[in-house]
């Protein structure tokens, strides 16, 4: 039986609930149409909703929608086509032959290379894959995002003096195509989702749909953080409300939109900045800004008005509203709990409930937070993140009760005994106070004072102020004398002894000897 990833399953779950087509999540997680339909039609047959699935662990969801799957043999099964596709998309060397000789590898007697070929190409025509859909562009509705393919040398490195390369990230909308184009040093990560953010705050708004190509900033392989999109731009993808539908590997018709505006910035922008020199990468896309206004604001050749005019029309009151505050870029990071429950991050440690000790937790680090997850993708910490000061960050609550002690007992000096003392009673801060000055250094006294202020919780302030009293009249200001007291309950007995008359005796001497 071929079963899904757990976390395919819960996006399949997240996209249903906001109402998108099985094709729009089919296409958003990179699986089949009917794949969708049939984990939808499982997930209904054990009521397993979004909200109860992203409570659940990897391997709770698996029994509950596969238990035969999980428990015991794999049902037997035909020729995945879909996988067969698969393997065909994930490479440009990939072909069909060299595919049915490793599907004949594990199919000894499986169909021929004829045959193969003939069932691969029924399937093919039963899925209408080889056939052209016209595109319609609804107002607002979908931003398509890409790499520019052409990389400028323009920004000058103020150290060396060399020329460093700019990478042209390039997003257009809906039907206008309006264009938002910005410069970064790189392709990476970072760069990708502050391109998304800064491109909807250029916009003004949202579209529901974000189309990227499929690069590794967008789509990767499925496993447990990273099911058919990158986990950070998941998350971007949740903060903003919005589906990522990559497009289909080798299928430029998926992204013709972004794919024509590609060729008409390259030839209209890239051109123009081509023999350009630039200070910085800011200086660079404040020019890029400046030779946009002007771009978008010439009339299409084949249809009425301007990008900028349909943009505005159209696109623009279709866009939903952004959110008050713009999406926080943050890296993902797997870590084992160690036996002090704290984890590292760029020479820092962080605390995390002691209860996690030897359990795998993930770090979603930001620049001004980290936040650790337990593998049900609960929040179990939040630190701010610290740059400078003390390597260990510790919240009090994530340690056990015999280390909050000794925290205490360490954070504590003779001011702080002696307060404590004093909203006790007099007499246990005489106590304390005679304790701190009896001896050479006042630190070989914290442990006796900590030992007899600790009883106030077990026997109440009333008794050990009457009991550091009984000590106090008694002379003896020490931890044991006060101990013994509430030991023995000897704080109320009265120290005065009855003193009896002196019998007469002929060699005893009396006053008159001493004369």
Known sequence: MRYEEPMKIIEMLRLGVQGYSQREIA????????????????CRAVGLTYETAVKMT???????????????????AGIDWEAIQKKLDGGKRVKLRYVWESYRQDNPDGLGYSQFCCRYKQWRNTTGKDVVMVQEREPGKELFVDWAGDTLGCVVDSETGKLRKAHFFIATLGDSGYPVVEAFPD???????????????????????????NCKTAVTKANYYDPAINKAYHDLAAYYQVAVIPARVRAPRDKGQVEGSVGW????????????????????N???????ADLVKRPFQKRAGSRESVFLALDKPALRPLPQDNYEYAHYIERRVPDNYHIEYNGFYYSTPHQYYRQQVTMKVSATMVEVYSNTRQRIAIHERRYTGKR?????????????????????????????AGNIGVNTRYIIDTLLTSVELEETAYRSCMGILQFSKKQG???LEAACKKARELGSCSYTTVSNILKNHLEQVSNTVQAKPTAAHGNIRGASAFA
Not at 27 to 42: D, F, H, L, M, Y
Not at 396 to 410: A, G, L, S, V
Request: proline fraction near 5%; include cysteine.
């Open 265 to 284: 910035i390259e030839t209209w922008l890239l051109e123009w900045l081509r023999d350009q020199r630039f200070e910085s990468y800011a200086e660079l």
């Open 461 to 463: 302030n009333d008794r």
């Open 27 to 42: 296409q958003s997680v990179n699986c089949g149409k009917s794949t969708v339909g049939e984990a939808q039609k499982r």
């Open 286 to 292: 404040g020019a890029i800004k400046r030779r946009m």
């Open 187 to 213: 392709e990476k990560q970072e760069s990708w989702l502050t391109a998304h953010v800064h491109t909807f705050a250029q916009l003004g708004g949202l579209p529901r749909v974000i189309v990227p190509d």
């Open 392 to 420: 260990y960050v510790t919240i009090r609550e994530h340690m056990p009760p015999n280390h909050q002690f000794t925290q205490d007992r360490k954070g504590f000096d003779g001011k702080r005994y002696r307060q404590w």
């Open 58 to 76: 990897d391997d709770q969801i698996k029994r509950l929608l596969y238990p035969q799957a999980v428990g015991g043999r794999p049902e037997k």
